[in-house]
């Protein structure tokens, strides 16, 4: 670790300064008396090490900080006049009138310096423990570390998590605040002035931490992205367009992509859809998609993950990092650093003959990532122009997230439990190319059911055709309808449309308690107008749908079409 304390600051400038015998001066103070000027003097040497004082040739005596280079010289003058450490009329002395000195006594400031290694030198010198400060003491030794220095103090400090400004090495009221918040964490009086020891416990934990985590700017040629990643935690593993992976490393738990390919917007929304099925995106968690650019973030009990991607120049690059929860302290200071440091080099993209190209083969894994599986999915249809949907509430039991045709997310907003009918309500506003017509079948009337009965392997609904068999349940009830269609455990929720295409009923889950077990052929649904005053008495409807009166039968190929475009996947997850 860097010592960035006070007195290894100065013995290693005063060493190559006296190498160089350079004799430029801070003056601070003359005084008309030796006494005078000793007292001065030693006040001075309370805070800062590197006082001397001279007899000037005008009779008076200079109290003066030094020697320093030139450049040097004007700079430590600026800051600790900014700082007001220093008279406002201090100014640079080039030793011309300096003559004999008299402080420290018996000192030889304008002769060289023993001829010893710098670093020699700090080692004979420093002391084991640190010496604490008062705060004004602290600003002095602050006033006089380089510029190098104080910029390291705020990466340490953002590092830490309390500071958000530019790493400019200006103390501004944000780093002050930073130093007082750290402080106060730490134990310590938060006056916002980190003392000399203090400072070097804040750079110790932050090397510390680096040590530990690897940090290294990488340069990936292939994808075009210059990033620091943490490579003590990871290592890399393969290219697999549009990501390049790097696997974790000693079983850290951390795992990281780079993501780069060509594209457009359709593209980037394609992404944004492909990865929330990624098991390394858990359900919980911000979504953020934008024109050009969007944002992820997933958490569960086991892992957490970070996504970002933007568009720009015809393509999009970004990247992921993913890490068990137990590090989510250490992650978020990773995943700062790799936003502050991400940099596009150029328009390069991933060649798509790397290894092997993504697929958005939802049966199986993706680019070597493990698709995430709805805990359940089940059918539904759409009830108006916005995107209501009805279905089983089978599919909303116990179910932390929802969602229409895979990436929709949706909200319950009627649940009838009696009936075992649910409406869902997408969160962003939808276009269906076709909505239920609600209606009563009639006796023995060809029916068909529009479904996703294989769940999601398919993206198309399925149409199972039979007979509307009787108007009322097996057990007379009036809300519900017997159907003679033979259909799979993922039509449940699905529209029952008559040869009209009016939406007869909703096909309702077969019986899972096992205390009655019907034919394969005999569903029950519930009735379409059923349906109808239950979204009137909800208010989801401004007025009922009224009942069609056409009775002019649809040609197959048509009812199909009418039945796949309003049917919708529901699907859980958990």
């Known amino acids: ?53 001279f007899a000037m040739t005008t009779g008076w005596y200079a109290v003066v900080l030094g020697p320093f280079t030139p450049e040097e010289a004007e700079r430590q003058l600026f800051l600790l006049k900014s700082e007001r450490l220093i008279p406002a009329d201090s100014y640079i002395a080039t030793g011309s009138r300096f003559q004999s ?24 010198t420093q002391p084991s423990t640190l010496p604490d ?23 340490a400090l953002q590092w830490e998590g309390f500071y958000t400004g530019a790493i400019d090495g200006a103390f501004g009221a944000g780093t002050r605040r930073s130093m007082g918040a750290w402080q106060a964490a730490m134990g310590y009086e938060a006056s916002g002035i980190l003392t000399t020891a203090q400072r070097a416990e804040l750079m110790a934990a932050y090397q510390a931490d680096l040590a530990a985590i690897g940090l290294e700017t990488v340069t990936e040629d292939e994808a075009g992205i210059e990033i620091a990643l943490p490579l003590a ?18 079983g850290s738990g951390f795992r990281a992509l780079l993501i780069s390919q060509k594209g457009d917007r359709a593209t980037l929304s394609g992404l944004y859809d492909i990865m929330q099925t990624l098991e390394i995106v858990p359900v919980s968690g911000d979504r953020q998609l934008n024109a050009t650019s969007f944002v992820l973030t997933g958490q569960n009990d086991r892992l957490q993950s970070y996504s970002q991607a933007e568009l720009a120049g015809g393509t999009i690059k970004g990247f992921t990092l993913v ?50 599986r709805p805990a359940l999915s089940r059918s539904g249809f759409y009830l108006d122009g916005t995107g209501l949907v009805a279905t089983t509430d089978e599919v909303i039991a116990e179910c932390r997230r929802l969602t229409l045709d895979g990436g929709i997310e949706a909200d319950t907003v009627l649940h009838d439990a009696a009936t075992g009918l649910a409406v869902l309500k997408p969160r962003t506003s939808l276009a269906p190319r076709a909505q239920a017509n609600l209606s009563s079948g009639r ?74 077990v019907l034919p ?47 049917t919708v996947l529901v699907s859980c997850w958990n």
């Open 101 to 124: 000195q008299f402080w420290p006594v018996g000192g030889t400031a304008a002769l060289p310096q023993p001829e010893a290694p710098a670093v020699d030198t700090l080692t004979a």
């Open 323 to 372: 890490w068990p929860t137990a590090e989510a302290d250490r992650a978020a200071r990773v995943v700062d650093a790799m936003k502050a440091s991400f940099r596009s080099i150029g328009d390069t993209a991933l060649d798509e003959g790397l290894g092997t190209p993504l697929a958005e083969d939802h049966a199986t894994l993706m680019s070597g990532l493990e698709i995430r």
């Open 233 to 250: 935690l990871i290592s890399f593993d393969r290219y697999q367009p549009p990501f390049v992976h790097y696997g974790e490393k000693d």
């Open 133 to 155: 400060e008062t705060p004004n003491e602290a600003r002095r030794s602050e006033a006089l570390l380089l510029a190098e220095e104080r910029r390291a103090l705020q990466e």
């Open 443 to 516: 006796v023995n009337s060809e029916i068909a059911v529009a479904g996703f009965s294989y769940q999601d392997a398919l993206d198309t609904a399925v149409m199972s055709f039979g007979t509307l068999a009787d108007t009322r349940g097996l057990g007379g009830e009036e809300q519900l309808t017997r159907l003679s269609v033979r259909t799979l455990d993922g039509d449940a929720g699905g529209p029952v449309l008559d040869a009209t295409g009016a939406v007869v009923g909703m096909l309702l889950p077969r019986d899972k308690d096992g205390s009655r």
């Open 1 to 53: 670790m860097r010592f960035t304390g006070l007195v290894a600051g100065f013995l290693m400038m005063i060493a190559a300064v006296a190498a160089e015998a350079q004799e430029t001066w801070v003056q601070i103070e003359a005084q008309p008396s030796l006494r005078e000027g000793e007292e001065r003097a030693r006040a001075y040497s309370g805070v800062f090490p590197n006082v001397n004082g």
């Open 520 to 566: 394969e052929d005999v569903g029950l649904a519930l009735d379409g107008t059923t349906i109808r005053a239950a979204l009137a008495g909800a208010g989801l409807v401004a007025e009922p749908v009224a009942e069609t009166a056409s009775t002019a039968a649809l040609a197959p190929e048509d009812l199909t079409m009418l039945g796949r475009d309003m």
